[in-house]
């Protein structure tokens, strides 16, 4: 299965690249069986969930659920980098069904490829999947505005609300994509509204209502990523120090199929989840001095820090010139570290 690509992999030092290969030749890794695994045991629990809803119940049904549908999309992004197998085209097939309901599985591989360009992470004019504004925006911006931005910036508000943000923007893009006949887009919408519809016609017949399927399930699904993604990046001059170090606790670690590790899973895109944390481990201080001190002992210390307390993520305190970072003028931006409790540590 992939080994690291050495264009795109950033090794901390000749042992780590030999003993990644020495990895990447074991059938653990060729075989991929725990990405087979998995893709049996999400589908599985998934469909018989639904099947078996009546006699489940939604006591038992809906978190098994919420857990197997937030799972799937874990999956999905092990998908897009390029396992379990080396054709995309195979890959593709098993992201495709809309499990997760709310955008297809197409755009989200383009949007997320595009989100790697490390150089560019966090830059709001470059990163798909980033959370900052440019000073421009944050000027134009209404104080209803700013309070909603600042209130998705809270760990409460990110679960709440954003998951209907990521909702608004894919129908936008879809209606943009209309708009401006772009084929490929459409077909994707097409394809993946085809499936949903025939989707939500089985789970109407297995006794379980579509609309407690989408907000009592799918909707909760999709703010459980948010946990994962909050504060999963900051503003950094070094493009290294912009992902974090999460030391999640084992059942996040297995929900997330170890991306807590981002910078590692940033720094080394094909390595498989299940490596990932062994490779962290083998180097743990190297990665976090590269970090930056961007390191937390588990979600517990976002909640605790920003249940209600917004995240300084609103304006970016610098723009792309000529594919360089340059620090932007005017009176909205303060420091390029986001939180300097994160600087060192």
């Known amino acids: 299965m992939p080994m690291p690509d050495r264009k795109s ?36 629990g998934w469909f018989a969930t639904v099947g078996y809803w009546t006699a489940l119940g939604p006591w038992i049904g809906t978190p098994l659920l919420i857990w197997f549908t937030t799972w799937y999309m874990s999956l999905q992004h092990e998908l897009i980098h390029g396992h379990p197998t080396r054709l995309p085209w195979l890959n593709r097939l098993f992201g495709l069904p809309p499990l ?36 421009e925006r944050w000027r134009g911006f209404s104080p209803l505005r700013r309070r909603l931005a600042r209130w998705h910036n809270t760990f409460a508000g990110r679960l709440l609300i954003g998951p209907a943000l990521d909702i608004y923007r894919a129908l936008r893009g879809m209606a943009f994509s209309v708009a401006g006949g772009d084929r490929r887009a459409i077909g994707m919408w097409l394809t993946h509204g085809a499936l949903l519809a025939a989707l939500l016609y089985w789970v109407a017949l297995s006794g379980l209502s579509v609309g407690y399927f989408l907000l009592a399930i799918s ?54 989840w299940y490596v990932l944390r062994r490779v962290y481990l083998a180097d743990r201080d190297a990665y976090q001095r590269r970090a930056g001190g961007f390191v937390v002992r588990g979600y517990a210390e976002w909640l605790g820090e920003y249940a209600f307390r917004p995240a300084e993520v609103e304006v970016h305190p610098s723009s792309l010139t000529d594919r360089r970072l340059s620090e932007a003028s005017g009176p909205v931006h303060a420091d390029f570290t986001t939180d300097v409790r994160y600087q060192s540590r």
């Open 100 to 135: 997760a309901v709310w955008y297809p599985y197409g755009l989200y591989r383009d949007s997320h490829l595009r989100h790697h360009r490390d150089d560019r992470l966090t830059d709001p004019d470059e990163d798909p999947e980033g959370y900052y504004f440019s000073a």
């Open 219 to 272: 909707y909760p699904a999709l703010a459980m990523t948010k946990i994962r993604s909050f504060m999963e990046h900051r503003a950094a001059r070094e493009p290294e120090a912009r992902s974090v170090i999460n030391e999640a606790a084992w059942p996040w670690r297995l929900l997330f199929l170890n991306l807590n590790y981002h910078l590692v899973h940033h720094d080394l895109p094909t390595v498989p």
């Open 9 to 44: 992999a950033q090794y901390l030092h000749d042992g780590q690249r030999a003993r990644i290969k020495q990895l990447a030749s074991t059938r653990l890794w060729r075989w991929e069986l725990p990405t087979w695994g998995l893709i049996l045991f999400i589908y599985a």
